[in-house]
């Protein structure tokens, strides 16, 4: 199984309107993952955030529904730069 990670800066003005449309984006991803998606925020810079997909057994189509997701709920609206994706594996010496 893979795991997501996205994270990037939100404009700390649009805190609000960021929150309700990447809770919004988060709920509408849960089906592609086998523990539900969170969003946390950085500990020393409340305006870098990251959502957290688990166990995405279809990584094409994960990647599909997020781009289009990202799209739908205009996140360019309030982040700052770009979204970075980093996707992880278990090891297979487990």
Do not use: K
């Not at 700390?12 to 309700?20: F, I, K």
């Not at 189509?61 to 997020?66: E, G, I, P, R, Y």
């Not at 700052?80 to 996707?87: A, D, G, N, V, Y």
């Amino acid at each position: 199984m893979t795991c997501v990670y996205i994270y990037y800066r939100i404009d700390p003005q649009q805190t609000e309107l960021a929150a309700s449309r990447i809770d919004t984006l988060l709920s509408g991803l849960t089906s592609y993952c086998n523990r539900p998606p969170r969003r946390l925020i950085r500990c020393d810079d409340q305006t870098t955030w990251m959502e957290i997909y688990e166990g995405i057994a279809d990584m094409q189509a994960f990647t599909v529904a997020l781009n289009a997701a990202v799209q739908v709920h205009q996140c360019s609206d309030f982040t700052l730069q770009e979204r970075h994706l980093e996707c992880f594996i278990a090891p297979e010496f487990e």
